[in-house]
Each structure stands twice: as structure tokens, then as C-alpha cells.
């Protein structure tokens, strides 16, 4: 029954993001293909992080004082995990997570911190970066979980 529960949620929120995507924003078949890719790994990692139990509580987030976004935003055992993912079609020798480079972390910091500010208690809230590598090799994602991989300094 569980089973069932979460295909349907799945297969809703899939909907919705098409209509999303028909609303305004690029429908998916227009982007170039490493975006699509990329968009299809940030859905199937949202569904894998309710998985493995995580409760996302943001998709896509951004400021509107910053570049960029926060790929997923979610709490796992008591912390605020900031989770950042990186999506191949292949495994090369290179795997997808050592593609946040100091940069990247500078950037995915600067963005938790203005996420933050909505929180009066931010100080007292643990904070957590993870990465999840998301490899669409085969009809069915292949999933790597790095949970802290880097801290605020």
C-alpha cells in the first residue's frame, strides 16, 4: 500500500511539474540536453532523499540577491541539509560529486546563509551540505549519498 502511496505522489508531482513547465518556465524539451539531464537527476534525487528519509522542504530554491540555487533543502535526523546534486549519464574516472569545487561550495554557502535569515533562531539550527551523485546509466538511477561533505569555513 506504502508502494502504491508513493508512486501516485510521484507521479503527481511529475504532473505538476509539467504543468509548471507549460506555465511560463522552459518546458524541458526546449532545453539543452545537460540541463534536462540535470533537471531529471534533481527530480529522481528528491525522490530518493523521501527515501531514505529526508523531508524536503524546498526544490530550485533561490534568492533574489544571489546567482544560483540550492538544488534541494531538506531536514535529516535533526539537521538542515543544504543538498546540492550533481547528475552523469555515465561513470567516468572523475565522479560526479567532485564537480563541487571550492567555488561551488563558496557559492552553496552564500546561498544557505540568505536561506537562513527567514529563521530568527539560524545560530541554533545544525546545518549539514550534502551531495548526492546521480548516475542515469541504466532504466533505473544509481544513487551516491555523501552526507557533510563540507562545513561553513
Same mark, same amino acid.
Request: proline share 3%; glycine share 6%.
Given at each position: 500500500?506504502?508502494?502504491? !502511496?508513493?508512486? =501516485? $505522489? ?8 509539467? $504543468?509548471? !513547465?507549460? +506555465?511560463?518556465?522552459?518546458?524541458? !524539451? ?7 539531464? /540535470?533537471? &531529471? /537527476?534533481?527530480? @529522481? *534525487? ?11 522542504? *524546498?526544490?530550485?530554491? #533561490? +534568492? ?13 535526523? /535533526?539537521?538542515?541539509?543544504? $543538498?546540492?546534486?550533481?547528475? #552523469?549519464?555515465?561513470?567516468? %574516472? ?6 563541487? %569545487?571550492? @567555488? ?7 546561498? !544557505?546563509?540568505?536561506? =537562513?535569515?527567514?529563521? @530568527?533562531? &539560524? ?7 550534502? $551531495? ?22
Amino acid at each position: 500500500m506504502l508502494k502504491i !502511496a508513493r508512486s =501516485l $505522489v510521484h507521479t503527481l508531482i511529475r504532473q505538476l511539474d509539467r $504543468v509548471s !513547465a507549460r +506555465s511560463g518556465r522552459t518546458a524541458n !524539451a526546449e532545453l539543452p540536453e545537460h540541463l534536462r539531464v /540535470g533537471k &531529471r /537527476g534533481e527530480e @529522481e *534525487a528528491f525522490f530518493y532523499l523521501l527515501r531514505t528519509g529526508y523531508t524536503v522542504v *524546498a526544490r530550485n530554491w #533561490r +534568492s533574489p540577491r544571489l546567482r544560483g540555487d540550492l538544488d534541494l533543502i531538506g531536514w535529516q535526523d /535533526g539537521y538542515l541539509c543544504f $543538498v546540492e546534486v550533481k547528475t #552523469r549519464t555515465r561513470r567516468d %574516472n572523475i565522479a560526479a560529486e567532485f564537480a563541487v %569545487n571550492e @567555488e561551488k561550495r563558496r557559492m552553496l554557502r552564500r546561498m !544557505a546563509k540568505a536561506y =537562513l535569515r527567514r529563521y @530568527e533562531d &539560524r545560530d541554533r539550527i545544525p546545518v549539514r551540505f550534502d $551531495v548526492v551523485s546521480v548516475y542515469l546509466i541504466s532504466e533505473k538511477p544509481e544513487f551516491d549519498l555523501f552526507q557533510g561533505v563540507f562545513s561553513w569555513h
